[in-house]
């Protein structure tokens, strides 16, 4: 008899780690289902492209009645939250808008899979927590055990969020596990972030198309990783027997100004500094300094480990957006031939 085929609800489907989940889990031959909002969704298109075989489901993460219909009509073993205001600076911005999606948003879906699952214990629940929850770090390397201090209201929603899947998993016994995931960053990241922010201005900046670029804080470091790596954690805490929480990180952390030598380098330009400026409109009301992952309990308990080094991470951005900008480079004019004399 051929096994079950198992069922997936992502949230956050056009999104960086979206994509490569769903890539994952049809490669595992898991029947995949994306959840996609608004009218007309103009990332649509490009997931229907990429993946054909994900059915997608429209719904809301401030939306509670689209989130039933959602869980209830893909019926899933496994659910993965991924959707939130996921930019650190905009949730200063937008306090209340990131609170009722990055936070209340994670107890809708739970209270949906609560009043679908009717308490049979079939659904498994990941939360994208983050180590924006650390903020203030009260230790280095953080593990799952270091105290939470955020410093955005992205960070207190995303806080809201892990401790209400904590309640539900005990209270409900539902098994929901929260994955702490350090920065990780792809050629798909947003290019609100720093790192595609610095890949694409370098890549535009070796072909002519730009002459500087802007950025805010030089001074806070990171542990990034690669999202492809992240995904395949993801995926490994549903896995288990019992729920849990793990922090995946690289266990390595980097200035900014170290991203900026690895991808100016790769394009052959050895001195950054004549082209980048600061420029205060990129600076936060508070800013999180330092984050250094401890990723010794997921390596132990789920086998996980990241095989993207930073430098490969750094080279394969900027290789991407060299990639993309040479497409814009306008052709020069050539006259048809009978105008030429
Ligand atoms: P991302 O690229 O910003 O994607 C966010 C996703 O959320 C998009 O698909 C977006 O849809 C969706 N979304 C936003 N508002 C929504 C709403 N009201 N209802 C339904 N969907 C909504 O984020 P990512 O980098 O893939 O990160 C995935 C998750 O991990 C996020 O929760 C993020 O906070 C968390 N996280 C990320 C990192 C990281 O370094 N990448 C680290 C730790 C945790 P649209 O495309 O329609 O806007
Ligand atoms: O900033 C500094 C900025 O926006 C990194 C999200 O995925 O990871 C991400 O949050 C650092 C900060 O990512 C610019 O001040 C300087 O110190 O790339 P970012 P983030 O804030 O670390 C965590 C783990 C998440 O959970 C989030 O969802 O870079 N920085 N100059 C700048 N940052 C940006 N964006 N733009 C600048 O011009």
Redesign the pocket.
């Known amino acids: 008899m051929a096994p079950v085929q198992k069922r997936a609800l992502i949230t956050g489907i056009t999104g960086q780690d979206g994509l490569y989940l769903a890539e994952l889990l049809v490669g595992k031959g898991y029947q995949v289902f994306g959840l996609i909002r608004g009218q007309n969704n103009p990332k649509r298109e490009m997931v229907e492209q990429l993946l054909p075989a994900v059915e997608l489901l429209e719904g809301d993460l401030g939306d509670m009645t689209s989130l039933v219909e959602a869980v209830n009509y893909c019926q899933p073993d496994e659910v993965y939250n991924l959707a939130a205001i996921?930019?650190?600076?905009f949730s200063f911005k937008q306090p209340e808008h990131t609170g009722n999606i990055t936070g209340l948003g994670a107890l809708r879906l739970l209270d949906a899979i609560r009043i679908v699952d009717e308490g049979k214990g079939r659904i498994r629940y990941y939360q994208a927590s983050?180590?924006?929850l650390f903020g203030k770090v009260r230790e280095t390397p953080q593990t799952e055990l270091t105290p939470f201090h955020p410093r955005s209201p992205?960070g207190v929603a995303k806080a809201y969020a892990h401790h209400m899947t904590v309640n539900y998993r005990e209270s409900y016994n539902l098994h929901a596990s929260c994955g702490i995931?350090?920065?990780h960053e792809s050629p798909r990241r947003g290019h609100?972030?720093?790192?595609r922010?610095i890949t694409s201005a370098v890549a535009r900046i070796k072909l002519g198309l730009q002459d500087s670029l802007s950025?805010?804080?030089?001074d806070?470091k990171?542990d990034w990783g690669f999202a492809g790596d992240y995904v395949r954690g993801m995926w490994a805490m549903l896995q288990q027997d019992e729920p849990d929480d793990y922090v995946l990180a690289t266990g390595e952390t980097h200035s900014?100004g170290e991203f900026l030598d690895l991808a100016f380098a790769a394009v052959g330009i050895e001195d950054w500094k004549p082209y980048v400026k600061q420029d205060q409109r990129?600076m936060?009301p508070a800013?999180?300094d330092l984050l250094h992952g401890d990723p010794t309990k997921a390596k132990k308990v789920l086998g996980w480990e990241p095989e993207v080094s930073f430098p490969q991470l750094v080279e394969m951005m900027v290789e991407n957006d060299l990639q993309i900008e040479s497409t814009r480079i306008p052709r020069q004019f050539v006259p048809p031939t009978s105008l030429v004399r």
């Open positions: 996921s930019f650190v600076a983050t180590s924006e992205y995931l350090f920065n609100e972030f720093v790192t922010k950025l805010g804080n030089l806070s990171r900014i990129f936060r800013e999180v």
